[in-house]
């Protein structure tokens, strides 16, 4: 019998919502509960793969090929659970579903409307796809009073009524503002966020409060009058120097003791050992090695946000603290600003979509090359390290990627077709943008004796996709011929997915995206071996 914790935003966006819910989360299996997390958005777009990260932060991918929240990323880092195309849900997604039935008829005639028939899929939506969770998490996305967030609302509302307290939570997070000049912490804002709550039909059982100060016993008291609910179900929510020290801050605070009591569940505490140890790795560590980031979109971080992780994940693994420069591409289209990078011990170029900064990131891998500084390319990382090669060693001057314009040679061309589970796939230049990359965990052959081969330590790889272009395979034993290694194949071997330099310290470019599989207790193989590189490269500066 499946338990539903449903956690909703007031006061103001970007509060946590996420982070709460994975945390929650980790604290529930360490408790002997076995969990599953959702993310319900209210955007009209059905899903945030044609989105800018500008506007929605990074894409994360799943196993089975779902474009998702970067939300999902913290769901897994911090459960170790594999989140499912089952496990994110758009407005977007349920209206092209309700309009797709009704052009069947599938609705006899009835005329279509938000209740029931909206909220009808959504509830089906929550409710689908589970056998023997203990816990299933939603998280609903926006900030209640959105009118995009109501059908939502409304739709966790009836499962409330449906399910009774014995199956369902909900838990309110907001803000209580600090005003300086008063020296006090404000709890007006959150009473009209939990007002606005409740005249949709939903009374929270918990409030998990941010802050940047202690929340006093006065102020607690005054939430839980005025909010209606138990003085203990008010849990602060201060900032931490790490959201790995997450699980633990709301532990002390209760937070997981307050659901079980709810629930009725008596189990005994959780041992969180692995988050002290965590926690402990990246607030004492060794030494430190510096990472530039070479990208696009560096003035947002949240658009790398696993990539961010993935990095101090392999700083964990290595007793070191990564220090990250995030370097706008663009500049190194100037090879003055190349000296931006002499003090880097490792190079990491990401990948990302379009022409801009191009130049820049192929201007980097050369660097690394040369100056035998580690590089780390991934995806489109991968794609400029091989257009250099091509250029610089090859003597294919005009090397380029038709996703830019005709090169001659084209050494990165559009996919058109691959296998997926036995199915052939096919994509032409004309077909929408939106779900038609190759999408998701796909494996990938390494080749023995190579680097790559070493740092997995077997021979057969899965790793998660995303991206439209891919390597030409033609002209591969024209790159190997100048040290070019092509280290790891799709299994029919067409697909390039890995290449490296053999006589480089430590320089591979990957086409898939290894930053997703990344989680602090269980850090990616590339990433603890990227960073170990970086840290001899320190001891060589």
């Known amino acids: 019998m499946t338990r539903f914790i449903f956690i909703t935003g007031g006061v103001v966006s970007s509060l946590g919502k ?42 994360y991918v799943t196993d089975d090929g779902a474009e998702t929240d970067l939300d999902l990323g913290h769901y897994e880092r911090f459960t170790g659970v594999a989140s499912r195309r089952s496990d994110s849900v758009s407005t977007g997604q349920i209206y092209s579903r309700i309009i797709a039935r009704e052009r069947r008829g599938d609705y006899l005639g009835a005329t279509v409307q938000v209740i029931p028939h909206v909220t009808d899929a959504i509830k089906d939506f929550v409710r689908s796809d589970l056998t023997d969770e203990d816990f ?18 409304e739709a966790i509302r009836q499962l409330g009524n449906e399910l009774g ?12 503002p600090y005003i300086g000049s008063a020296g006090e912490l404000k709890t007006k804002p959150t009473q009209h966020s939990v007002k606005e709550l409740q005249s949709v039909g939903i009374q929270p059982d918990m409030l998990l409060c941010r802050s940047e100060h202690p929340i006093d016993r006065d102020a607690r008291r005054k939430l839980a009058l005025f909010c209606n609910l138990r003085e203990e179900a008010v849990i602060q929510a201060l900032d931490v120097d790490t959201i790995y020290a997450v699980p ?16 009725k569940l008596e189990t005994p505490q959780p041992d969180l050992g692995v988050w002290d140890g965590i926690t402990n790795s990246i607030r004492n560590p060794d030494g430190e090695v510096t990472i530039g980031v070479v990208g696009k979109y560096t003035s947002l971080i949240d658009a790398y946000k696993s990539l961010a992780e993935a990095l101090t994940h392999g700083g964990i693994a290595n007793a070191v603290r990564v220090k990250v420069n995030w370097l706008d591409a663009e500049i190194f ?35 690394a090359r040369e100056r035998r500084v580690p590089y780390l390319g991934i995806c489109l990382g991968m794609q400029m390290a091989v257009i250099e090669a091509a250029r610089n060693l090859a003597g294919l001057s005009g090397a380029g990627s038709t996703e830019f314009g005709v090169p001659d ?77 092509f280290s790891g194949m799709s299994p029919d071997g067409e697909l390039p997915e890995i290449v490296e330099l053999p006589e480089h310290p430590w320089f591979i470019g990957v086409q898939f995206h290894p930053e997703l599989k990344s989680k602090p207790f269980d850090p ?17 500066m």
């Open 18 to 59: 996420g982070l709460a819910a994975a945390a929650l989360g980790a604290l529930l299996q360490a408790r002997g509960f076995k969990v599953r997390l959702r993310k319900l958005d209210p955007y009209l777009n059905v899903d945030p793969g044609t989105m800018s990260p500008y506007q929605h932060g990074e894409v």
């Open 136 to 153: 299933c998490i939603c998280e609903i996305g926006g900030t209640v009073g959105d009118i995009e967030s109501l059908p939502f609302l």
């Open 165 to 176: 307290d014995s199956r369902t939570m909900f838990i309110h997070l907001t803000l209580l």
């Open 248 to 263: 633990r801050a709301y532990h002390e605070e209760g937070m997981d003791a307050v659901v079980c009591s709810h629930f």
């Open 333 to 367: 289209e100037s090879e003055s600003q190349l000296q931006q990078l002499e003090g880097v011990h490792g190079i990491l170029v990401p990948g990302g979509f379009g022409e801009r900064g191009t130049e820049g990131k192929i201007a980097a891998a050369r660097f």
């Open 409 to 485: 040679p084209p050494v990165v061309g559009l996919l058109t077709e691959w296998m997926r589970d036995n199915q052939l796939e096919q994509r032409g230049i004309d077909d929408d943008l939106g779900g038609t990359m190759r999408l998701g965990a796909y494996p990938a052959v390494l080749a023995p004796g190579s680097k790559v081969q070493e740092i997995y330590g077997t021979r057969e790889i899965q790793e998660r996709h995303r991206h439209r272009y891919e390597v030409n395979v033609n002209y591969k034993e024209a790159l190997e011929q100048v040290g070019l290694r």
């Open 524 to 540: 990616h193989p590339l990433f603890t071996s990227f960073v170990r590189a970086a840290v001899e490269q320190s001891r060589l």
